[in-house]
């Protein structure tokens, strides 16, 4: 009743009423009231799109002020230290380094530049989840870095809030937030009923409803806290959840509630007591799945996924679990006590939609919240990971999952608290448990049948779609946290937990060989299973590293081991591996080896653990080392192509393996784990196991043939490479062997740049993060800068010729090539085999170039290694042990005999491991040697283990088992040598001929340390057919066994090698050790040769035996001739050399050929743009020479003159140009506003200007007359350019057709007639006829004449008089008319109309000559805006306007001036009087507004072709009168009043003067005196004081005023003579343009005195006189009515000087544009545009690829590339910072003008470094644009179909 009555009254005095009551002491009729109302206006049965009830709680929640005063007061109330502002994805934020504590710390645009960051390393980024601003909490990052709001903690002084102002906002708001939750409630329905289920349109009505809430947390804290209050009242959610007993809706309510917690597998708690006592079982059959709450397993959800696995295995890995798990009860009971919880349960049913998030995450400020969110957050994580792998949208709800736990968990303190109040590590790792297992699958490594072990199956979507990366993610997060990591360490069950978590993945995505046919589908699942061990194993182990650093934490580590040895037991078990491994399989993915092997460093290298302790026994050991083993024996298999039919895959695998972002985790700790193993295992067992798992055990043999079960011939030399490449790899990386981080990231970073040159960005890529990480800089080690500036030179950015853009780039310096370049680590870190190529290559360069080593290929050098850390001392008994020494010498001597299959590789490799023997030496123990070395099998090879002792030992026999075929066998059935001593020598030889198996050493190696205990079985040696026990059955057993004759040592090899390489017998001379001695340094660099001599050298200083050994050796003489089974190779060999001596002096004349044909046609042809090739392309000049011009055609390549039925042409391109028009008066470049105030004010331009003029003109004057009076093409004139090639026009068009049916994409449209050149492949659209001419006839029209003037003067007008003969229609008018229709359609109707009757023949004649003109012009600016330089520009090389002169003049000739109207007449004549014409007609433009160069192109191009000099010359003489005359009009009308007087009685002084007519004085107050006549010429400017009426005019600065004014007439004139005749222009100094021009038209005589200043009016030439001819023009304009008189005198004073057109001036500083430009909205549709891009022509701010901006459908940009430039258009995208350019239809990424700090772009703000404008390719870019060369330089074109 009462509601009803409140409900009638306005609001806000209700609200006023309400507040008043409850504001009473006793104010419970108030509280009824209020609840009465609420009842009434809250009714959730009511649809929520009703905004009725929003605006009663708005009004309430404010009382008698509006909703938005009520706002602004609880904001003065605000007392948050902290910004919290909450972003969404693509929001732009910072991220510090330098100040933050936490690497997820991020700030919002404002705190950033309000904090002081300078010099710190920070970047911009684009959100890709959506975060938080972290300002003012100083868990996440350091105080310095607060900005100026949040450093001063302005919540202290904040004063307290009044009571009743939140009074009702208490009491309206927790109905609001019950309402909201029962409209929640409501609207869900289950994803498998069959209900139509639209939980996006339940969301979309309540938007209005959770914005409202977002508003009330956007207050401030005042606010947060009454909000906090409420959402964690457990007492206020109790007595609301229910809803009242007569309620029925919000029972329903409650029950679809409880029904939907149910379905989520949650139990409240009360259930759960009353089924927990019933069933005491079920624990133990209750799995991860069961503790998730997926009720027991009978349920049908679950059953599905038994089927799928196999009963067995579903069990199983239950039963795994069960016993681990600490509380089942964490995992599935959930009770909801307050709103806050209950709004979070239905925001995960929801699946996290946006505005609820946002809501969640503004309240975090609020530090009771934040821990009770957390809590709860953390309460209902299993069940958000539950929903996340059912949805449908896992990428978007991964976002908003981590947009909100990276705000929590990233808190140290935080994240203790619920670690230990709510077992947060347990919930974490028992979810990712449940979630992988619900997609694993049986092993099937090893042994397929039986094998127990289960893995992940990577083809999932849980995998393949990195479902797990929000669980994973926070779990990192969490173990950056010392003290979390620490309980994660000392807790043993979860440890034991997390291992058999990490053992899913081992082995997982196995390989097997295919050995028939290529493989069907090639799965891309490996990148899934990377990911997966890189992110959930790799990742949480570098974290949990971190925190074992020191002695302290010495017990976790040995826990981590033990628990790893452990689990490898039981997985070594479970697929049933004892020793031998299965054929043909290989897993790259063994993160149990790997966390063993990193613990296992970190416990030497940091933590002072001996290493002993750590390791496991020899027979465990033996098995560890297997499967890594295989990945490097398989990585040299799939590079030698064996893997070859499982597809491109398997390549992949291999690559990802050692790629810089995996290799830490993946190859490194592989081959360190190896380097333990064989340190401490035997080494003969060790090598001969890499032998044999390398398959090359058949090949070392020390006969000729050899039979190989297990490869084809041409995979032996790249496998037997790998296994010596790997071995020495083994021996010599120290990464993990005692190398201090700093010397790891400088060989890091060495190898990368050795391989190329680097960016800065690329180098921070490539190389691995950790253990050293390159974000912030850990204590005691050096920086990356540092170490970068230490090897590297920096190269700054330049700019080519051909115009591709280089980036800065670091280069390594001459010292590291010298000293640091090592090869071994460039092969360990190369993806691309051709890294490794490159490598050597530049390292040659280097060489060469420093004069170390000029002739043939250089080897890789070899470089000394760190001492090994004292552990791992037994590495180098590998290469103290026979096996090896056998393996040596048996390669040695093969190579020395050319055996097939050998490389030089193979024999460097050789050398390096020589080499690393003789520098890590043993020290032997005495008493360690075995008494029984007789029964050894191969101990006779050699008396020791020590590689120097063994150096000098030489093997005279040995036995071999060849194949009867085998060229030894025959060789040695001959009887033995005759004489009787030796034939008794030989039985003895028999008996002690060496035999070799490394198949039967290895596995007696391995039987004996089995049975050590057992002595009898390690003497009991099997018998010596064990080689033969390998050879599988079907091979035919034809082995013989043959005794070979060797006596070689391997000192003697290596001498004989020697001679080999280096061609010659006795290379080494009995005394060159002594020589050697003298100088040391000189083996550092060179080839095999050097290498042999080094190795020599070394042995020779190391031990007195081989001192004497080398000696005898190289003191006998030599036999000449080589074994005998050598000559024919060698003869062969010889043969070679020479063959390819030849060979190479054939390819040299050729090169040498081309090259110079190369250069001549560079020089005639190429570069666009060189000013100092002076080629003489210029036509005019060469036409003197023959009489007639010759042209080569270059498609049919013949040469010929242009006639009329086959007219050749240049290829031209044409493009409309808006250049001249953006022209300014300044010279100074117009600044892009970055702010509000500032503006570009087009309207001073050129184009503005003219189309001003020339609209005025056509006010008053006749159309007609008008449009001969000025040029247009200001804007959108059409500039022609040439290549210089010319072609036969019926030769192009076949070529154009070629083109057509070319289906090629090109970047060019053939359609449009586009093409390239075929010669310089220059673009082209064009073709402009060369008009037939002879020369000689040109020579006299050439010659100066000595005519007066006056007659010429008549000749002329004779001239013009002749009418326009129409050509006889001929091949050449018909192409000339054509490449007419080209020029018109280049550019856009709206820039060729400019009369009043559009269409009509005097606008086209005005277009015609204004094409002619915009070529001058352009001309005239390319060439600097002056003419000082001379003819030597580029431009001029290559002009093309002597052609397109004689085309325009020919169209023109059809156009005959009206001899009346002809302005010639008026320019010479003085005409009696005009009173003809007819009142109602306008007048004609007067000449004195005419413009000059415009007259003289129009009577250039309308006289008859071609025009003699002389006339020509008289036109440029009567036009200058004219120009002068203008010139002193325009300055009278500059001067004040008085001065005109003074001026004008001065000057009538003079004009009786002899020479008055060219006295400027005279003339002066002549014009002065005529334009006085009527007073409104002269009284317009009195108005406001003339600009220059300060200074007084003296005669000189009159005298340059009028020289400037006349200037570009003289310009223009000048240029065109050039072009005419092929006069050449003379250079002069700047100040004396004006005298040298004229001097060039022939105005002035040649020689002036230099004594006398110059004067303009003396290049006068009047023929008639001047006071009359001035004053009737000056009549012209005093004769027009009073109205137009003020309008026309700014016709009078026209400006003709122009600077030289710029772009816009950009600032320094990249973030300045950025941040006023990204966030503005657009002028045309007021929306943020998503693409914003500005025209640095004119600063226009437009939509790139907005579609709210479409005009006609096309797009913004290219909308304004047309009206702007004429269809070309320079846009700066904004969000990329690169510039595009529009051309037409087409576009280009042009690069960017902005870069970081080493020279680098940053295209689309990837990196978001600060970015700097780089002036020199702001300046190319500008270049470009003026010279129209876009189309020429920038090689990748697109169409853009009006898209952008």
Known sequence: MMAALLLRRDKKSTAAHLKSDLNRTDNSSGVRQLQELLDSVLNPEKPPADTEALDWCKCLIAGEEGFEEFCKTVRSYDNATLCGLVWTANFVAYRCRTCGISPCMSLCAECFNNGDHTGHDFNMFRSQAGGACDCGDSNVMRETGFCRRHRLRTGENVPSVPRDLLLMSEMVLPRFIICIIQYLR??????????????????????????????????????????????????????????????????????????????????????????????????????????????????????????????????RKRVKLSSSTKDPSIMDSLKHKCFLEELLFWTIKYEFPQKMVTFLLNMLPDQDYKITFTKTFVQHYAFIMKTLMKSQESDTMSNRIVHISVQLFSNEDLARHVTEECQLLDIMVTVLLYMMESCLIKSELQDEENSRHVVVNCSEALLKNNTYWPLVSDFINILSHQSVAKKFLEDHSLLMLWMSFVSFFQGMNLNKRELSEHVEFESQTYYAAFAAELEACAQPMWGLLTHCKVKETQEYTKTVVRYCLETLQIWFDAIGFVDELAPNQVTFHLPLHRYYAMFLSKAVKCQGLDLESLLPDQEMLMRIMVHPLQIQASLSEIHSNMWVRNGLQIKGQAMTYVQSHFCNSMIDPDIFLLQVCASRLDPDYFISSVFERFKVVDLLTMASVHQNTALDGEQERPMLEGALTFLVILSSLRIHLGMADDEILRAEMVSQLCMNDRTHSSLLDLIPENPNPKSGIVPGSCSFEEMLSAVADFKAPVFELGGSMQQGMYTPKAEVWEKEFDPIMVILRTVYRRDVQSAMDRYSAFLKQSGMHTTGNPWPPYKERTPLHPCYKGLDRLLHCKTLHIVIFTLLYKIWLDHSNMSEHVLCMVLYLIELGLDNQVEEDKGDEEPCIEEHCHDSWFPGTNLLSNLHHVINYVRVRVPETAPEVKREREPPASTSAEASNFGQNVREAQVFSL???????????????????????????????????????????????????????????????????????????????????RHAHGDGITAIERILTKAATRSHQSKRSIQEICGKVFPPVAPKKNSPTAKKTMDKEERRLRARERQQKLLAEFASRQKSFMETAMDVESPDTEAAMDLGASEVKESEVLYDCVICGQSGPSTEDRPTGLVVLLQASSVLGHRCKSDEAK???????????????????????????????????????????????????????????????????????????????????????????????????????????????????????????????????????????????????????????????????????????????LFMYSVARTNLELELVHRGGNLCSGGASGAAKRSCLNQLFHVLAMHMRLYSIDSAYNPWTRLTQVALSRDNCLDDERPEVPMLFRDCPSLL??????????????????????????????????????????????????????????????????????VITELSKVKTVYDVNT????????????????????????????????????????????????????????????????????????????????????????????????????????????????????ASPHLLHLPDNYNTIFQYYHKKACTACKKVPKDPALCLVCGTFVCLKGLCCKQHGICECVWHSQHCGAATGIFLLINASVIIIIRGHRFCLWGSVYLDAHGEEDRDLRRGKPLFLCVERYRVLEQQWVSHTFDHINKRWGPHYNGL
């Not at 029950?255 to 009353?274: C, D, H, I, P, T």
């Not at 008018?1373 to 820039?1391: C, F, G, P």
């Not at 020509?1512 to 300055?1531: E, G, K, P, S």
């Not at 004229?1638 to 040649?1646: Q, R, T």
Request: aromatic share 8%.
């Open 186 to 315: 409501d609207g869900y329905t289950e994803p498998d009923t069959s209900a139509e289920r639209d939980l996006q349109k339940v969301l979309q009505q309540l938007e209005p409803q959770i914005t409202f809430l977002e508003e009330l947390t956007k207050m401030g804290g005042a606010m947060r806290t009454v909000l906090t209050k409420i959402l964690t009242n457990q007492q206020t959610f109790k007595d609301l959840s229910m809803g009242q007993e007569e309620n029925v809706f919000a029972k329903k309510n409650y029950e679809n509630y409880l029904s939907a917690l149910k379905n989520s597998g949650l139990v409240s708690v009360e259930e759960k007591a009353q089924t927990g006592a019933a069933e005491p079982t079920r624990g133990s059959e209750t799995g991860a799945l069961g503790l998730l709450g997926a009720a027991a397993p009978s349920s049908s959800e679950s059953n599905k996924e038994e089927d799928q696995d196999g009963q067995s295995i579903g069990q």
């Open 999 to 1081: 198949v039967a050493e290895r596995r007696r190696k391995f039987q004996e340390i089995i049975n050590r205990s057992s002595t009898e079985a390690s003497q009991a040696v099997r018998p010596k057919s064990s080689s033969t026990r390998w050879v599988p059955p079907g091979t035919p057993p034809q082995l013989v066994t043959e005794i070979l004759e060797i006596h070689e040592s391997m000192l003697s090899l290596l001498i004989k090698l020697h001679q080999k390489l280096s061609a010659k017998q006795n290379s080494l001379s009995a005394t060159w050790l002594e020589d050697m001695d003298a100088n040391p340094n």
């Open 1231 to 1405: 600044k892009l506003p970055t702010t509000d105030e500032e503006r570009i004010y087009p309207a001073d331009t050129c184009g503005a200007a003219h189309d001003v003029r020339l609209a005025l003109m056509q006010s008053f004057f006749k159309d007609s007359s008008c449009l001969q009076s000025v040029s247009i093409g200001w804007d959108g004139g059409v500039y022609v350019q040439t290549c210089g090639h010319t072609l036969h026009i019926d030769c192009h068009k076949s070529y154009m057709e070629s083109l057509r049916n070319d289906q090629v994409m090109q970047g060019f449209s053939v359609d449009k007639g586009e093409f390239t050149c075929p010669l310089c492949r220059q673009f082209a659209n064009s073709v402009l006829p060369c008009r037939p001419g002879r020369s000689t006839e040109v020579v006299s029209w050439h010659m100066p004449s000595n005519k007066k003037t006056s007659v010429l003067v008549k000749e002329v007008e004779d001239l013009q008089e002749q009418l326009g003969f129409f050509p006889t229609e001929s091949n050449l008018s018909k192409e000339m008319e054509l490449v007419i229709k080209d020029i018109k359609n280049t550019t856009q109707r709206k820039y060729m109309d400019y009369g009043k009757n559009p269409g009509s023949p005097d606008n086209d004649f």
């Open 1497 to 1566: 192109i129009i009577f250039v191009l309308t006289m008859p072709q071609p025009l003699r000099k002389e006339h020509f010359i008289c036109l440029v003489r009567m036009l200058y009168n004219l120009q002068y005359t203008q010139a002193l009009a325009a300055l009278s009308a500059k001067f004040s009043p008085e001065e005109r007087q003074a001026w004008s009685t001065s000057g009538t002084l003079k004009k009786n003067a002899f020479n008055a007519e060219k006295s400027y004085e005279a003339l002066l107050s002549h």
């Open 1583 to 1698: 108005d406001e004081p003339s600009m220059l009426s300060s200074s007084v005019w003296s005669p000189q600065s009159i005298e340059y005023s009028l020289q400037q004014f006349c200037l570009p007439y003289l310009r223009l004139s000048c240029l065109l003579q050039h072009h005419l005749y092929g006069d050449n222009l003379s250079g002069c100094p700047e100040e004396e343009e004006f005298s040298g021009l004229a001097g060039c038209l022939g105005l002035l005589d040649p020689a002036p005195q230099p004594s006398n200043p110059m004067y303009s009016a003396s290049c006068l030439d009047w023929t008639v006189s001047a006071f009359d001819l001035m004053s009737q023009w000056c009549s012209e304009v005093t004769g027009l009515a009073d109205t137009q008189a003020e309008k026309s005198m700014t016709l009078l004073v026209q400006d003709l000087q122009w």
